[in-house]
């Protein structure tokens, strides 16, 4: 047989199977050996090529750095063993809760996605809060501040922020006041 | 026979073990139990021992005789199956009726899903130690082999269930790495054809196992050149007697467990050479506000005002001038 003519070869490199669909050559007893052997070169051949060619090869690290050939996963189907294990079944109260559509409850964590940097911040505790490593549009005043240098202000940012200020306190003293109007002669 | 009682595990080592035992999602490889009926040929008993030293360490192999007909009543091998964790069985009888028979035998969840019966040629078996030669170590994956058409056949027949029951048989453990040095034997199964004058023996299938031997290549190419040896041993097969599947059964056994294959990520594909490829979808361009490129040409100049066409005329004059002017600078 000629070995460098191309083959009807399929593989299942997951199982380390070459299939050789072609016939065998006509043989007699006497020549059965050999035209075994060389059907099984062939095959051989093509087989370990395919692995070679078609399989990343990589260094392991655990035995000396042993050159390894990373295999996909088996293709050919193949009957289980056993059978395909069932699914734990529910308990009363989770099939109750799960017609009454209540759901475990969970806490809610200190993490928050902070959009404008793309990352997960804490929303209070350390580094967390306004303070220091807080969200983005804090001024760094409350929480445990993680960056203690604050800017110094000139004289019309100074100005200016005392200014909002005092418009957040009267805003503050309206919503109270008219709060407390809203609430009439309770009480008494 | 009695169903087996359910064993509650009293100690934290029983638990292991049935729960080793029990149906998995990824499943443990398959053992295999070696057995023989109350008569068995020598033949036969040298085959076991070489068949048992192939399959170690994942084989167990009874040294007993046991009175079963495997085709009649396989309760008894449903037994030794569940006792054993074993799910595939190679069962060797000699009669005169059936000489040299080696019954192979693969369970699904303790019941005989189907049995292939192949009857050794005593003329041609060789064992293991009949070759004179080194043998590989124990436990390697080896290489499989199927050649010929007779197992490729499209309807299931003796010898597509012979290939299914053979493979699942000698693939060993599933893998996701082999070291390249243990790639060392492959077992070769061959089919003969059908011969037009020869239609009343059935086809036979010849066992081979050979050593592989790598030699240098041709200094073009890097991949080796492959040589083999025969290690044993070698077996020819008469098919026998088959027994199929139950259908039921084995759509239960070919049943995929969910949540087995990997997410697919959209638009991450993988090519045939093994790079990861990404596809993005970005919003329609806005043409209007391309920058094209910025020439000195096209730069209103500064004295002339916009919206007159002669101007334009005169701008254009001009700063054609001014062009020439810088270049020469540059020069």
């Known amino acids: ?188 | 026979m009695l169903p087996l009682r359910q064993i509650k595990p009293k100690n934290a080592r029983t638990k292991r073990y049935l729960d080793n035992k029990a149906p998995q999602q990824t499943e443990n490889p398959r053992t295999t139990l070696f057995l023989k009926y109350t008569t068995c040929s020598e033949i036969l008993q040298l085959l076991l021992t070489d068949l048992y030293a192939l399959k170690r360490p994942l084989a167990v192999k009874f040294g007993k005789k046991n009175d079963i007909h495997p085709f009649e009543d396989p309760s008894s091998l449903e037994f030794f199956s569940e006792k054993n964790d074993a799910s595939l069985m190679v069962f060797a009888s000699h009669s005169k009726k059936r000489p040299h028979c080696l019954t192979f035998i693969r369970f699904f969840g303790f019941k005989v899903l189907d049995m292939i019966e192949l009857s050794v040629i005593p003329e041609t078996m060789r064992t293991l130690s009949q070759f004179k030669n080194e043998k590989t170590a124990q436990g390697l994956k080896p290489l499989l082999s199927f050649s010929g058409s007779g197992f490729e056949s499209p309807t299931p027949n003796a010898y597509t269930l012979a290939k299914s029951v053979l493979l699942d048989m000698f693939k060993g453990p599933d893998v996701a790495e082999v070291d390249v040095e243990g790639l060392q034997y492959m077992i070769h199964f061959s089919v003969d054809e059908e011969d037009g004058d020869d239609a009343v023996s059935k086809p036979q299938i010849h066992m081979r196992s050979y050593l592989i031997r790598t030699k240098k290549s041709v200094p073009a190419s890097n991949l080796p050149r492959v040589e083999v040896e025969e290690m044993g041993p070698r077996v020819d097969f008469r098919v026998g007697r088959i027994q199929e599947a139950d259908p039921e059964m084995l759509k239960e056994a070919m049943r995929k467990p969910k949540g087995m294959d990997p997410k697919t990520k959209k638009n991450i594909e993988t090519d045939i050479i093994g790079d990861k490829v990404g596809r993005i979808h970005l919003g329609k361009q806005d043409l209007g506000n391309l920058q094209t490129r910025k020439m000195k040409g096209l730069k209103r100049s500064r004295d002339v005002v916009d919206g007159d066409g002669d101007d334009e005329v005169m701008g254009v004059a001009e700063m054609g001038l001014e062009g020439d002017k810088r270049a020469r600078v540059e020069v």
Request: charged share 35%.
């Open chain 1, 1 to 188: 047989m000629d070995l460098s003519q191309p083959q009807t070869y399929t593989y299942d490199l997951g199982n380390l199977l070459i299939n050789d669909p072609t016939p065998l050559p006509h043989h007699t007893p006497t020549t059965l050996e050999s035209t075994l052997q060389t059907t099984a070169q062939a095959t051989a051949q093509g087989l370990l090529h395919q692995l070679l060619t078609a399989c990343p090869i990589v260094r392991s690290t655990d035995d000396a750095g042993a050159l390894h050939i990373r295999l996909p996963a088996p293709s050919t189907l193949l009957p289980r063993e056993k059978p395909v294990p069932k699914a734990k079944e529910k308990t009363t109260w989770e099939k109750f809760a799960e017609k009454k559509g209540i759901g475990k409850k969970r806490k809610e964590g200190n993490l928050k996605f902070d959009e404008g940097k793309g990352e997960w911040r804490k929303k209070y505790g350390f580094k967390g809060g306004k303070g220091g490593a807080g969200l983005d549009g804090m001024d760094g005043k409350g929480g445990v501040s993680a960056d203690w240098i604050t800017e110094v202000l000139d004289e019309k940012e100074k100005k200016e922020v005392e200014e909002k200020k005092g418009r957040v306190d009267r805003e503050g003293k309206r919503i109270r006041s008219s709060g407390k109007r809203g609430q009439g002669k309770r009480g008494h």
